[in-house]
T-cell receptor, first 114, second 114 residues
C-alpha cells in the first residue's frame, strides 16, 4: 500500500514549456486534489476532483488543467510554464466516508521554471 | 468566506520547552478543525483533528481543543523534542459541505534546538 505517489520529484522547465505532473493513489479514495505550496502562502488549492469523471476549479486554477483519468489517477498539466508557477506541488486524496475528512498527501513535486 | 489565521513564525525553542501555536478561524456553523505537520522534504500528514465544539484532539503529545466561543484551535505540547522540528498547518473543512476541501493557514515553522 503505497498511499499517494507523485512523479516526478523534481523538474526544471524553461518558460513556455509544457509538462504533466502525475499523481496516483491506491486507497480507493473518491476525492483527489492538487495544491501548490509557496513560501508564506500556505497551501492553495488548484483543482480538485470529487469523483471519477468530474473536476472543479479551486482557488488558483489559472495556467493549469487537470484530468481524472480513472479513480486512481489525477494529473496536473502546465501547458505553457511561467516563472510564477515555480512552486512545490502536492497531490492529496480523501475517502469521503462518514466524518473522515483527513486528506492523505503525496511527497510533492518541486518545480522550477526559469 | 472561510479562513484560518495562525501565528507567524518562525518559532525557535529549546528541547523540553512548552509549545503553543495559535490558530483562529472564520467559518459559518461548526467546521471540522485539523492540525497537519510537514517534516522537512515531505508531504503533509494529519497530526490531530476535532470535529465538534469542546472536542480535544491529541496525538504524539500534541493537543488542541476546539473552542467555538473564541473560534480557536491552538496547538500545544508540554515538552518539545528536536524531532518535532517541522512546519505546522492549521486547517478547516466547513460543515455541511458536499466535498472535503481544506482551507489552510499559512503555516508555522518550528525549530527545536538541543
Amino acid at each position: 500500500n503505497a498511499g499517494v505517489t507523485q512523479t516526478p520529484k523534481f523538474q526544471v522547465l524553461k518558460t513556455g514549456q509544457s509538462m504533466t505532473l502525475q499523481c496516483a493513489q491506491d486507497m480507493n479514495h473518491n476525492s483527489m486534489y492538487w495544491y501548490r505550496q509557496d513560501p508564506g502562502m500556505g497551501l492553495r488549492l488548484i483543482y480538485y476532483s470529487a469523483s471519477e469523471g468530474t473536476t472543479d476549479k479551486g482557488e488558483v486554477p489559472n495556467g493549469y488543467n487537470v484530468s481524472r483519468l480513472n479513480k486512481r489517477e489525477f494529473s496536473l498539466r502546465l501547458e505553457s510554464a511561467a516563472p510564477s508557477q515555480t512552486s512545490v506541488y502536492f497531490c492529496a486524496s480523501n475517502p469521503d466516508r462518514g466524518s473522515s475528512y483527513e486528506q492523505y498527501f503525496g511527497p510533492g513535486t518541486r518545480l522550477t521554471v526559469t | 468566506g472561510n479562513s484560518v489565521t495562525q501565528m507567524e513564525g518562525p518559532v525557535t525553542l529549546s528541547e523540553e520547552a512548552f509549545l503553543t501555536i495559535n490558530c483562529t478561524y472564520t467559518a459559518t456553523g461548526y467546521p471540522s478543525l485539523f492540525w497537519y505537520v510537514q517534516y522537512p522534504g515531505e508531504g503533509l500528514q494529519l497530526l490531530l483533528k476535532a470535529t465538534k465544539a469542546d472536542d480535544k484532539g491529541s496525538n504524539k503529545g500534541f493537543e488542541a481543543t476546539y473552542r467555538k466561543e473564541t473560534t480557536s484551535f491552538h496547538l500545544e505540547k508540554g515538552s518539545v523534542q528536536v524531532s518535532d522540528s517541522a512546519v505546522y498547518f492549521c486547517a478547516l473543512v466547513p460543515s455541511g459541505g458536499s466535498n472535503y476541501k481544506l482551507t489552510f493557514g499559512k503555516g508555522t515553522l518550528l525549530t527545536v534546538n538541543p
